[in-house]
């Protein structure tokens, strides 16, 4: 159902979006003169038959998809939004969940450790990575690579969420123990002065922390490889065949393994 012109104080953010705090709305300036597309909201009683608790003050609607266009709204002074009222949305905790997933992963600006905890939340609500991937239409190996980045240090979180290491570096370091994952994050970098523009990037890209962690390399080192990196990682964690066995297959996937065990079978025939 559409409902045009609903002044703001009837809107509320959705409470349990997965998204932090709405900041940087000068793409969305233009709101003051135009909406171009209304916002997908819940009414207030489907909402709190779900999630009786919520604090939602007086506001009729929580917005599911369009926070980002709600805060801006607010920022820039516009009074009203136009809506659309979908309490289809509210049939279960893992719907509302979906529904402001999808639309965040999507956006370039959603950082991914925002994006790791919200793929973590939907699949301990559905109870099942695979279940999550099929409702994100992403595949189990990548909803496996995001949720892995949870187990980064804290610190390594905040170089990652910055853009100052690239996923894919992440997902490795992740894989170790926590306690040689910032030896191993300190040893690639300064090997590699070009690591925080290589391979996969986060989202949106932000100036790099000023801690210890993201410092630049110093000059004068001799460049590691890929290999070389993740090999002086594996001997600082000190990984026995079982646990390299278990990382190789959270990485890799049940199909990527099955690739890496033909591929070592072709080294060993190889002449030495």
Not at 210 to 236: C, F, H, M, Q, W
Not at 243 to 257: K, P, R
Request: hydrophobic share 45%; net charge neutral; aromatic share 4%.
């Amino acid at each position: 159902m559409f409902r045009r012109d609903v002044p703001l104080l009837h809107l509320v953010a959705n409470p349990r979006n997965p998204r932090g705090a709405q900041t940087d709305l000068d793409d969305l300036a233009s709101i003051t003169g135009q909406q171009l597309q209304p916002l997908s909201v819940v009414s207030r009683d489907s909402w709190l038959r779900l999630w009786p608790d919520d604090a939602i003050g007086d506001a009729k609607y929580i917005v599911v998809n369009g926070c980002r266009r709600l805060a801006a709204a607010h920022h820039f002074s516009r009074p009203s939004l136009d809506v659309v009222i979908r309490d289809g949305l509210a049939t279960s905790a893992s719907t509302i969940l979906e529904a402001a997933i999808t639309e965040n992963i999507a956006r370039k600006n959603f950082d991914v450790m925002e994006e790791a905890r919200a793929v973590d939340l939907l699949a301990n609500e559905l109870s099942s990575a695979a279940e999550a991937a099929r409702r994100l239409k992403r595949t189990e190996g990548w909803v496996s690579q995001r949720r892995v980045l949870l187990r980064l240090h804290p610190d390594l979180q905040a170089v990652l969420a910055s853009g100052a290491m690239p996923v894919r570096v992440a997902r490795e370091i992740a894989l170790l123990p926590a306690a040689a994952q910032t030896d191993a994050w300190r040893v690639g970098s300064a090997h590699n002065p070009g690591v925080e523009s290589a391979g996969e990037s986060t989202h949106d890209a932000k100036p790099a922390p000023t801690d210890s962690l993201a410092k630049s390399p110093r000059k004068g080192r001799p460049r590691l490889t890929n290999y070389e990196v993740l090999a002086r990682a594996v001997r600082i964690a000190g990984a026995d065949a079982e646990t390299l066995a278990d990382v190789l297959f959270e990485l890799l996937g049940e199909e990527g393994v099955a690739t890496l065990t033909v591929l070592l079978g072709d080294r060993r025939s190889l002449p030495r």
